[in-house]
């Protein structure tokens, strides 16, 4: 700047000048209240519980104080008369037309759209803080029964079959092993789906269920196999159990699609190869967080209130595929109460029959209707008055066939069979299904804490849960599933298997082979350790697990379910050869 004086160049930081030593003049700095920018500012402000890391240093003083500006000296250029140019102090202005320029001089500015971190959007800060919030449950102990609030697994539904053909020579009266290939995220090391990894079962726990098979797959009439599978969320949505469902129904025929709950207790609960709806506003109770202390929860683990008339379940023949195609009758479970309600039955919308569930309190019920015609029959149930708690329907077909339950219930694990399900509720309810295999699924939810004092307990919850189903169900077959392999990050990012699995695992087959049951290694049959870091990492049909490193995808689940299917026929051509080598 210039001495206004003697007209010599000072510095700009100079109090006095150098050549007169007159005190210089210049413009000082003025704080400015900008209101015009203040509503625009509060918009990037954090939604609530937002981690302050996420903003750096100079965004976070910004966000605090979004209206403030610092006012400094503003130059202008004029040009003298040797032709150059010479930055010279404006005049010193009052503050409110400083301040009225400035924000007049911001105004075109404010409507410019600000470029902003991703991570500074409300959308993104929003998503993350119901991320933390969903997460919660798998990381405080206290808080396990809201697991519920997981991620929607929806979109975990739809199957693409694959075709049949070789022999497997490597295994002795084996079944015929699928050429089913499905590439790893590598396209370089191919998941097989085959025989390789059969049941483990040195007593022959399974063969009441082969021999049931065995009078299914001769067409003797009327002969159904049935079987009943329990497990936790990676069987909600029925993906797996679909598959073998299907898989087995091609095979030796399509009897029914099985047990069904009245209402969706989970938004991604599901099921294949039928059409099911459901309304009124059902209260559902899961055993997985309970409201009640009777233990009633029927065979599926979850009841269903209905105090007033206007709730309903639909059960119709699938739209696509090749089995749940006729249903030709319906069994419906429920609860008897002192002062029960009424509900109504019907098929095809006619023949509607009424159901008082008035009875014996705290006795199992139930209700069968058959349709006056086999085929493509609809089923309904609907609430009339009264108190009534149901549990679900059964759909079955005259056989012969096979009819395959899928009881998943999130968040579960085998000690709620144990500890929270009443014991004569629940044989009464195994008694009336009678299913001729029993598969125990669990370990998913048990992998998340499995300290020394935790396994010690998982093992006493699955000896009791043996115990129950054996004392209900003398001559049943019994298979332990293993939990599949699931991932967690370790340091840098990288994906491993969880290390409780394999202890998991290994607590399974110990306990099925003291107790005479069958043991199937879902874990090693899938790939063992590492699995979940290869399905993560596939693009497109190769990715085989969703971001929580637990629950398969569509082409995932197949893969299990083929898996599941094969160890069963392999073990079914075992059998019938060791009785034809008996004639």
């Keep these: 700047m210039n001495c206004q004086s003697c007209g010599k160049t000072v510095r700009e930081t100079a ?74 102090p404006v005049e010193v202005k009052s503050a409110a037309p400083v301040a009225k320029e400035a924000a007049a001089a911001s105004a075109p500015k404010l409507e410019e759209k600000r470029t902003r971190h991703v991570l500074l959007t409300k959308p993104a800060q929003t998503i993350l803080c119901v991320l933390i919030l969903a997460a919660l449950p798998l990381f405080v102990p206290g808080l396990d029964r809201f697991r519920e609030m997981l991620p929607d697994f929806r979109e975990m539904v739809s199957f693409n079959n694959g075709a049949n053909s070789q022999g497997d020579s490597g295994i002795p009266g084996g079944a015929p092993a699928s050429s089913d290939t499905t590439y790893s995220s590598t396209e370089a090391s191919p998941v097989v789906v085959s025989s390789d990894n059969p049941i483990v079962d040195p007593a022959h726990a399974m063969d009441n269920f082969y021999a049931s098979l065995a009078r299914t797959d001769a067409k003797q009439p009327g002969a159904i196999t049935r079987v009943t599978h329990y497990g936790d969320s990676p069987i909600t949505n029925d993906g797996i159990t679909a598959t073998v469902r299907r898989l087995l129904q091609t095979r030796f025929g399509d009897a029914g699609h099985g047990f069904i709950l009245m209402d969706r207790p989970w938004a991604w609960y599901g099921h294949q190869a039928i059409t099911y709806t459901s309304g009124g506003g059902w209260d559902n109770n899961p055993m997985m967080g309970g409201k009640t202390g009777d233990g009633m929860f029927g065979l599926g683990g979850v009841w269903f209130n209905a105090s007033g008339a206007g709730k309903y379940a639909r059960f ?7 089995t749940g195609k006729t249903f030709s009758r319906m069994d419906v479970y429920y609860l008897q109460q002192a002062s029960g309600g009424q509900f109504s039955v019907s098929v095809n919308g006619a023949n509607s029959q009424t159901v008082s569930t008035t009875g014996t309190a705290g006795r199992s019920g139930f209700f069968e209707m058959k349709a006056p015609q086999a085929g493509a029959n609809t089923f309904e149930v ?6 009534v708690r149901l549990f679900g329907a059964v759909l079955e077909n005259d056989g012969p066939g096979v009819v395959y339950d899928s009881l998943g219930v999130n968040g ?88 409780s699995i394999p202890m998991i695992v290994e607590m399974q087959r110990r306990v099925a082979l003291d107790t005479g049951c069958a043991f199937f290694d879902t874990f090693k049959a899938m790939g063992g350790e590492g699995t979940m870091a290869k399905w993560y990492a596939g693009a497109g049909k190769n990715h085989y697990v969703g971001g929580d490193l637990t629950h398969p995808t569509a082409e995932g689940a197949e893969i299990v379910g083929r898996l599941i299917y094969e160890a069963l026929n392999d073990g079914y051509s075992k059998y019938k050869a060791r009785q034809k080598s008996r004639e």
């Design 15 to 88: 109090r006095f000048c150098d050549a007169c030593g007159v005190r210089l003049h210049t413009a000082p700095s003025r704080i400015v209240i900008d209101l015009s920018a203040k509503k625009e500012e509060q918009v990037a402000l954090p939604a609530p519980f937002t981690p302050s890391f996420l903003f750096p240093q100079a965004v976070e003083k910004k966000r605090r104080f979004p209206f403030i500006h610092r006012d400094k000296p503003v130059k202008e250029i004029v040009p003298p008369s040797n032709g150059k140019e010479e930055a010279k």
């Design 316 to 322: 119709g023949p699938a739209a696509e595929g090749e």
């Design 382 to 387: 609907r609430s009339l008055g009264g108190d």
């Design 412 to 499: 579960a694990y085998a000690g709620l069979l144990a500890s929270v399900m009443n014991e004569e509720h629940w044989r009464e309810q195994l008694q009336h299904r009678k299913p001729d295999l029993v598969v125990i699924n669990y370990g998913t939810n048990e992998s998340q804490y499995a300290s020394a004092d935790q396994m010690e307990r998982y093992e006493k919850d699955l000896r009791e849960v043996i115990r129950r189903v054996r004392a209900a169900l003398p001559q049943a077959s019994i298979l332990i599933l293993s939990p599949m392999d699931r991932g967690q990050r370790a340091a840098g990012g990288k994906i491993i298997t969880k290390p």
